[in-house]
């Protein structure tokens, strides 16, 4: 009767084991082939999730083969924290989780708690400044950047500005200004970080709500503007800033790669 | 409920980007012990205190093991007499100095690779340095577990056997002295060489299962925590840690004892505190988080007296504090 008891506790192990390779394999191939993989990391590293996805399939499905045809080899222990099962079951609900409910885009709540504006100070790396390309085919983030190596807003008084992001009130700004904003990813959703530039409307900023996604023509001007800072004192000042004077906004659907990426 | 969501995505995103990694490490760990003839390796090892200390820190390189792997081999070095100072440094460096760690840290942090390239001295330095303490004492017998020392009977070899490099050969019990390693009792890979492949491949298969979803249930646990600190934790309280040089350093070595998640995958969790935290404390959790944790703890309990473990961690958290201080005053 014990022993008995002991191979069916080993079963269920196994079980649990090979589910829950099977529906991590799943969920990675279900974010590649979705796209949402854009929502949690960097591109770049697309083919080691895919890659991975198909790897935990084959092993899922090696060990289900093994379970069915009744070839369980004895579990040898192994010395561990958790209880045996704890992992492959933690694994397995997880995964479940992932399946059930989508990632979700990173909204305005998080750009205020983590600081829009400049970049964070650890992240600053000089950036070569490129006059090559043109201001109107800048995206947000190549205008921060450019911003950031060659930091004299009258030196872009002028340029032509069409720029696509998120809307941000911050309170500290006029009531006829936004901040559009975009979160920029380095590996993953946990280093992503908001950048944003103030655009000045011709009328009260109620008009597009937080979040909502609006692609904006304008020219860039020089003002002076209260700058809130977030990272260590809260002290707002005034400080010179590049503008973009909206002169045409559309409103865009929530785009499916919300994200910039370094 | 919006917050826990947030918190839900950053969880996952922690686990995507982790998963493709800890695989890679556990199949190689898995495959490795197949491949790597310890009994040559062993022979190959200088006896010098210093130069052995640097080379056991560097064997990480030939056996990819995280913290779960490298105490049972440490174990093994030490049980066919390899110098205490070869073995420690081994132990202490192994889980950093290996090959998807140096990738997976590059990964997260190539927009920064001063914390890569000092992770791997620092963590060098301080396993040579420790090793090269430990070298003094000539006895290996005062640094172990009394009841290991004196039979040389590896208290948790029984639940091990599994693995053919962690075997322990035949030991006379009672005798209080150990049979030499021996040729015919050595790695269990010899003898089945030729006899049986399909053996081989279950015991990497069971392995390879086990590590998964042991380790992959540690990640959870560790990317859990990350995520709810980083959603739930108010930014003034995480700041006001993070931005003194000194305590930012402290609190990321606390955090790193306390989550005990692998080494292959341990930046993508210190790269959550990368824009509220100094680069030195970041450096101090990658640092020491791979040498302590409370799994390790336990099974090192089994080799060392705890009198020696103390010295060890001890030694290890201050040349950590100090080291990273040292980054942080003139390079962060």
């Given amino acids: 009767m014990r022993s008995k008891s002991i191979s069916n506790k080993q079963k269920i192990f196994s079980w649990l084991e090979g589910l829950g390779l099977l529906a991590w394999g799943t969920l990675l191939l279900k ?20 890659g991975s996805g198909i790897v935990l399939i084959i092993l899922g499905t090696i060990k289900v083969k093994s379970i069915l045809n009744n070839k369980l080899q004895k579990n040898s222990e192994h010395i561990s924290l958790f209880p045996p099962g704890l992992g492959s079951s933690l694994l397995l609900l997880v995964a479940i989780a992932g399946l059930i409910i989508p990632p979700k885009i990173l909204t305005s709540q998080t750009a205020l708690k983590r600081g829009v504006g400049d970049l964070p100070l650890t992240t600053i790396q000089p950036q070569a400044f ?128 919300p994200y910039s990426y370094r | 409920m919006n917050q826990l969501h947030d918190a839900f995505t950053l969880f996952l995103s922690l686990l995507v980007e982790a998963m493709p990694f800890l695989l890679l490490g556990v199949l190689l760990s898995s495959g490795l012990l197949f491949l790597i003839s310890e009994k040559q390796l062993i022979a190959k090892l200088p006896k010098n205190p210093l130069l052995g200390s640097i080379v056991g820190s560097c064997i990480g390189f030939l056996f990819p093991v995280c913290e779960c792997g490298n105490v049972p081999v440490a174990r093994r070095l030490l049980l066919a007499r390899v110098p205490p100072s070869v073995a420690i440094s081994f ?16 990964i997260a942090f190539g927009d920064r690779p001063s ?51 962690l075997q322990s050969g035949t030991f006379l019990l009672g005798q209080g002295k150990p049979i030499p390693f021996d040729d015919s009792l050595s790695v269990g890979v010899q003898s089945d060489n030729a006899s049986n492949l399909k053996t081989k491949w279950q015991l990497f298969f069971t392995n390879l299962l086990q590590e998964f979803s042991e380790l992959g249930g540690m990640l959870i646990f560790g990317s859990a925590i990350a995520a709810i600190i980083q959603v739930f934790v108010p930014r003034e309280i995480i700041l006001g840690l993070g931005h003194d040089t000194i305590t930012s350093i402290v609190a990321m070595m606390l955090l790193a004892a306390i989550v005990s998640i692998c080494s292959t995958v341990d930046s993508f969790f210190a790269l959550s505190f990368a824009s509220t935290f100094t680069s030195g404390s970041l450096l101090a959790f990658l640092v020491f988080g791979p040498t302590i944790d409370i799994k390790s703890i336990g099974l090192m309990a ?20 100090i080291f990273t201080l040292a980054y942080s005053y003139f390079l962060g």
């Fill in chain 1, 31 to 50: 974010y590649s082939f979705t796209g949402q993989y854009k929502l949690l990391i960097h591109p770049n590293y697309f083919s080691l999730v895919l």
């Fill in chain 1, 130 to 257: 490129r006059t090559a390309t043109k201001p109107e085919e800048r995206s947000l983030i190549e205008w921060i950047r450019t911003i950031n190596a060659y930091p004299e807003p009258d030196a872009y008084s002028g340029q032509p500005a069409n720029i696509t992001g998120f809307v941000l009130h911050l309170p500290e700004l006029p009531d006829n200004y936004i901040m559009l904003s975009r979160f920029v990813i380095t590996c993953c959703a946990v280093d992503a970080y908001p950048i944003g530039i103030p655009v000045k409307l011709d009328a009260s900023r109620s008009n597009y709500p937080v979040d909502s996604w609006l692609t904006v023509e304008g020219i860039a001007i020089a003002e002076t503007l209260p700058v809130k800072d977030r990272i260590e004192t809260n002290a707002i000042t005034e400080k010179r800033s590049v503008v973009i004077e909206a002169k045409a906004i559309e409103t865009i659907p929530t785009p499916a790669d």
């Fill in chain 2, 91 to 106: 132990l202490l460096a192994a889980p950093t100095i290996n090959p998807i760690v140096i990738w997976s840290t590059w």
């Fill in chain 2, 115 to 165: 914390i890569v390239i000092f992770r791997v001295l620092f963590s060098s330095a301080i396993a040579t340095i420790v090793g090269c303490v430990f070298s003094i004492q000539p006895d290996t017998r005062e640094l172990l577990q009394t009841s290991f020392a004196k039979r040389m009977k590896p208290i948790v070899d029984v639940k091990l056997d599994r693995s053919p490099l």
């Fill in chain 2, 302 to 321: 089994s080799i060392f007296k705890p009198k020696i473990i103390i010295y060890i961690f001890t030694l290890v958290a201050q040349l950590t504090f």
